[in-house]
């Protein structure tokens, strides 16, 4: 068990120096992140790393990695789709920007849906 206090790094402008709560307030990303700087003794000690591998950690649960570039997107979307209703937490990155995302950033992917256009 780690335990922590609300005592976060802040900046000149009192928003915090590395995670920052999502823009409808929530802030476990924040405190999560902190757990973690815990276990690792502090934050220095963070340095990128793979969602993957802290959600083992702070878990203790056991995890499935998959490395999708060497997947087709049809491979991928079934990878995805498998999950639903399964009540996994999934996160997802990539290396560079792509499609809209940020690369070096993990992504929580919150559902699984499939849109269909008016040609099926």
């Not at 999934?90 to 290396?95: D, G, Q, V």
Request: proline letters at 4%; aromatic letters at 8%.
């Amino acid at each position: 068990m780690i335990t922590i206090d609300d005592r976060l790094p802040v900046s000149d402008s009192l928003t915090p120096v590395n995670a920052r709560p999502s823009n409808q307030g929530a802030w476990w990303l924040v405190l999560l992140e902190k757990a973690f700087a815990k276990l690792n003794l502090n934050y220095a000690n963070l340095d990128g790393g793979m969602s993957y591998e802290a959600m083992r950690a702070l878990t203790g649960q056991p995890v499935v990695h998959y490395i999708t570039s060497t997947q087709t997107e049809p491979e991928i979307w079934q990878t995805i789709s498998l999950t639903k209703g399964q009540h996994f937490v999934m996160t997802a990155s990539c290396l560079k920007d792509q499609s809209g995302l940020l690369g070096g950033h993990a992504y929580t992917l919150l559902d699984v849906i499939e849109l269909k256009g008016q040609d099926g």
